[in-house]
């Protein structure tokens, strides 16, 4: 690892900060002063240094994002925002990414994280993570719907969904909705409801896993996990 990114990420600052951290010749790789940023260090097997401090290295990133609408779950689009630009530079520095995606007009919890292996396993169609959206509906949601989204329904595209438990809220014209998925389809709830007549007119997603978005953060808001959070995801990994 390069040790301007070492630093960056053990709290230091930004590149640019770290670099300049750099010239005045405070940074120690195993007792020796280091001044290019370039430089590789193994951080699990070199002491770094600053100003003879020991640094702590610190690898992953798990953050809890209250998605707002209008950006897209991706972490870098060259016409439209994303929600990595949502991010602080002391969290970009970690290079985080969205597990997952919920569409562009969608919002609600969305985990962004660099720990590839839990993205991985949270997101494998093998483990079956439970996902829990709200949603509001054009058109009256039924008994019969419930029975369906049970059964699975059949996509526009021929695929048959696993089962999915679908609970009214309010019925009527307009109704509202919790519908937990145990996949990640592309659009998939949204394609549910057209399968059974019915237009999805606002979504958001309340939880994922074990874990649920947090209600003190507003839309466009984030923080990282808690370790008993993070261990909570491990666990159901």
């Known amino acids: 690892m390069r040790l301007d990114k070492l630093l960056a990420n053990s709290g230091y600052g930004t ?27 193994e951080p699990e097997e070199q002491e770094v240094t600053v100003l003879d401090d020991v640094v702590e290295y610190r690898e992953f990133i798990y953050l809890m994002m209250h998605k ?15 929600v990595v630009d949502i991010l602080q530079e002391e969290d970009k520095i970690f290079e985080p990414f969205p597990v997952g995606r919920l569409d562009k007009d969608t919002e ?10 839990l993205a991985h396993q949270l997101l ?17 949601v039924t ?20 089962p999915a438990e679908l609970k009214i809220l309010s019925a ?13 389809k592309f659009h998939q709830v949204k394609r549910m409801f057209q399968a059974v007549g019915k237009t999805v007119t606002y979504l958001k997603r309340l939880s994922m896993g ?3 978005l947090d209600p003190d953060l507003e839309l466009g808001e984030y923080r990282e996990l808690t370790d008993e959070e993070v261990e909570l995801l491990k666990e159901n990994r």
Request: proline share 6%; charged share 35%.
């Open 15 to 41: 590149r640019k900060e770290v670099k300049k951290l750099l010239k005045t010749g405070v940074v120690k790789v195993d007792g020796k002063v280091v001044k290019d940023a370039k430089v590789h260090v």
């Open 210 to 212: 074990p874990l649920e």
């Open 124 to 140: 494998s169609p093998k483990k079956h993570v439970p996902k829990t959206y709200y949603a509001k509906i054009d058109g009256e």
């Open 68 to 82: 707002p609408p209008g950006f897209l779950s991706a972490t870098e689009d060259h016409r439209q925002e994303t």
């Open 172 to 184: 009527g014209p307009q109704s509202e909705i919790e519908v937990t998925i145990v996949e990640g």
């Open 143 to 162: 008994e019969e719907d419930i029975a369906s989204f049970r059964e699975g329904v059949t996509l526009d595209d021929g695929y048959e969904t696993l």
């Open 108 to 117: 609600g919890f969305l985990l962004l994280t660099n720990d590839g292996q």
